[in-house]
């Protein structure tokens, strides 16, 4: 297993490329630890399928290095990188057992029969699928037939790191959630090297101790799952983060007080000095939905639409022409009531231009 | 406009796959259809749409028998989980193909594809083709087909399935918006539990090619008839165990036990299933959650802003879902505490009982 470093990365699939949006990933530095669990989250079209292939190096990067261990590997083919990969489709030979499936990348090394035996005999334990060894791979249900693929990618133990893309995509929700646990285990007991690509928030956040959140070709937070969730350094971690994402609002400051539709909200810290106050860059506050509650006093609003979800409510409300979410247990107002909204400001924060712009406060002696 | 299956079933050489099924489906909200993968939603939607003929049973649209018409004469929409769109037409051509069938030409037809257009907001789109759109607009150049058409009942089977989770979050927001007013029948499949709840409407829960309940989507989650249909609405699964019922008190095991109020306290003595959602299995004592069950800690996740803990009582798996982000050490022993208030009596023949 090895250690990951991604130096100055660009990349753009154009020959000539001018300016910054010719590029597909834009300056992406990136250390990741041997063994440590990882996740690339981001919508469609983000970048992190192109980050993925360079790692595996079925694509070199326009700029920028890639090292596994400190030793450059940029052009080596991805034969030659010693990497391991799960697809979002199962890839298995149906016309093998399963346990010549799992048995199948150890045998292209040539190992020893003895030990492929005792790889594959641990690793169909740890997926729950010894019972199926003998069977054909042809009649699994697709679930399995992707716990086999992820085995198969599990089977070596030399392999510098496990790469997951989108694996869990053609599964069942229901199933999800018990291959979601699966993988997190698998990890726990393998202790390689992993990186799983994923859109789903969930996914991301189960799996890795570490979340590395893209946006167009870049790099906006990368933290744990409670980072990403209680303070995200960018308005779209908050956006992707969560269900429903955070509540972000247009701001104007003056004297260092933020106002939205002309009421006072009181920030987790001082706003830190940037350009944008003078040159009336975009301020946004951003308060995600569970940490507002309803008072006496606050936000005057109107309820627009309430949304029983089971748990909780969703409920829409209407301050001006900008709707905020707020999440309440419990009862919830009635539709086209009026309601005062009130935002926790240990839990509110300033954007600039899309990044943070408030200081925490200093944590108590 | 209302849409009604009578006891409508499907065979496969022989095999039923769809149990005679009764539904009345009404305008103005989403009937949802809500079942595992393999339950019998697209087998359902297919015989509503008449692309599957039914092995008996009658379908109705406004109170007129179409069980023998055709798909084409039955004045309906149809959207696929996988975005379906004419690959050589441009998406202006995509949208404008119902109306052309329908036989509409000129100006009514370059008027209501833009309109459609607007309301899935691709009008800048519309002269490119469907393999240069990302898959959001591959479905929403699909979803503005559907609506062009203005027909008498829509099947959305799943449509938002193969997206991002984000765009799902924002389409599903405007899809009641979109159908509102319209007067069509719209069916929506999906296997998502909070995606029906978010959709609101009426419900269908179906499981094993039976509906086993129909009702107000809320209603439904709330008050569920039978075991089948509690589990049916819950992901994570409801966690389910055996309970001893004496006087007034429910016995789980030797160390656990909690007081009955209520439809509960007056059942006879002896032993039910209990079932309790994973969020009224909380990891902290609250006033409600009030009951300590003491588990093993298998496998924790965390969504965005939840935190879900499964563990081990004895042989039985439970799980808690609780807001916020909670740590648990694999392995350990946690207090959980349940909420007696929230849990679902029943009886040996899987019907609630309280």
């Not at chain 1, 003895?114 to 169909?124: F, G, L, Q, S």
């Not at chain 1, 007991?189 to 893209?214: N, P």
Request: charged fraction near 20%; hydrophobic fraction near 40%.
């Amino acid at each position: 297993m090895a250690r990951i470093t991604l130096s100055q990365l660009r990349h753009s699939y154009l020959p000539r490329p001018t300016g910054p949006d010719d590029y597909v990933l834009k300056d992406i530095d990136l250390d990741w630890h041997n063994g440590g669990a990882y996740a690339l989250l981001g919508p469609s079209g983000c970048g992190k399928s192109t980050l993925l292939n360079i790692i595996s190096g079925l694509l070199e990067p326009s700029e920028g290095r890639i090292f596994f261990d400190g030793r450059d590997v940029t052009e080596l083919p991805p034969e030659q990188r010693n990497i391991a990969q799960v697809f979002q489709f199962p890839v298995i030979y149906d016309t093998m057992s399963v346990y010549n499936n799992l048995a199948f990348p150890l045998r292209n090394r040539g190992v020893d029969e003895a030990v492929i035996k005792d790889r594959v005999t641990k690793i169909a334990e740890m997926l729950d699928v010894t019972e199926m060894l003998q069977k054909p791979a042809a009649g699994l249900s697709p679930d399995n037939k992707q716990k086999i693929s992820m085995g198969r990618g599990l089977v070596r133990d030399d392999v510098n790191v496990v790469m997951f893309d989108e694996p869990l995509t053609v599964i069942d929700p229901h199933l999800k959630w018990t291959l979601r646990s699966k993988l997190k285990e698998l990890h726990q007991k393998v202790r390689a090297t992993m990186i799983y690509v994923t859109h789903d928030q969930t996914e991301a956040l189960t799996f890795a101790d570490q979340v590395v959140v893209m946006e167009d070709g870049q790099i906006v937070q990368i933290g744990t799952p409670v980072e990403l969730f209680e303070r995200p350094t960018h308005t779209f971690v908050g956006h992707f983060i969560g269900s429903p994402g955070m509540n972000i609002l247009p701001c104007t400051v003056q004297n260092g007080q933020a106002l939205f539709d002309g009421h006072p909200v009181v920030l987790e810290g001082p706003i830190v000095a940037g350009p944008a106050e003078q040159s009336g860059g975009l301020t946004q506050i951003g308060i995600r939905p569970e940490f507002i509650t309803f008072g006496e006093t606050g936000v005057p609003a109107t309820v627009r639409k309430v949304a029983d979800i089971g748990r909780h409510s969703v409920v829409d409300t209407l301050v001006g022409e900008f709707i905020i979410k707020v999440i309440v247990e419990g009862a919830a107002p009635a539709q086209g009531s009026a309601v005062h909204l009130r935002f926790d400001p240990s839990k509110t924060r300033l954007y600039r231009d899309g990044w943070i712009a408030t200081k925490e406060p200093e944590a108590a002696e | 406009m209302t849409l009604e299956l009578r006891n409508i079933t499907k065979q496969v050489a022989g095999v039923c796959h769809i149990k005679p099924t009764n539904l009345l489906l009404k305008p103005g909200h989403f009937n949802v259809l809500l079942g595992e993968t393999g339950s019998g939603k697209t087998s359902l939607i297919k015989l509503m749409a008449g692309l599957d003929p039914v092995a008996d049973g009658e379908i109705l649209m406004d109170g007129t028998n179409i069980t023998a018409l055709s798909t084409q004469k039955r004045n309906i929409s149809l959207v696929h989980q996988f975005f379906v769109n004419y690959p050589h037409m441009t998406v202006f051509d995509n949208i404008a193909s119902p109306l052309k069938l329908a036989g509409i030409s000129g100006s009514e037809l370059q008027g209501r594809v833009e309109e459609a257009a607007d309301i899935l907001q691709i009008r800048p789109l519309l002269a490119r083709r469907p393999q240069e759109l990302s898959g959001g607009q591959q479905q929403r150049t699909a979803l503005a087909r559907a609506i062009v058409k203005q027909s008498k009942a829509v099947f959305l089977d799943e449509p938002l399935a193969n997206l991002d989770f984000k765009l799902r979050e924002e389409l599903r927001e405007q899809l009641p918006v979109l159908f509102a007013g319209r007067g069509a029948v719209v069916v929506y499949a999906t296997s998502e539990p909070e995606e029906a709840l978010l959709l609101g409407g009426e419900t269908a829960l179906i499981s094993d090619g039976r509906v086993s309940q129909f009702g107000p989507t809320s209603e439904l989650y709330h008050r569920p008839n039978d075991f089948t249909s509690a589990n049916v609405f819950s992901d994570p699964p409801i966690n389910a165990a055996q309970i001893t019922k004496t006087g007034t008190t429910a016995h789980l095991n030797l160390e656990t036990s909690w007081e009955l109020s209520g439809e509960a306290a007056a059942l006879r003595d002896g032993v039910y299933q209990v079932a309790v959602r994973p969020n009224h299995v909380a990891p902290v004592q609250t006033q409600t959650a009030c009951v300590p069950l003491t588990g093993t800690v298998l496998v924790t996740e965390l969504s965005g802003s939840d935190s879900s803990a499964h563990f081990s009582i004895g042989e039985d798996v439970w799980v808690s879902l609780a807001h916020g982000v909670h740590s648990y050490e694999i392995g350990a022993a946690h207090p959980f505490y349940l909420d007696p208030s929230k849990c679902f009596y029943f009886a040996a023949d899987g019907q609630r009982v309280a």
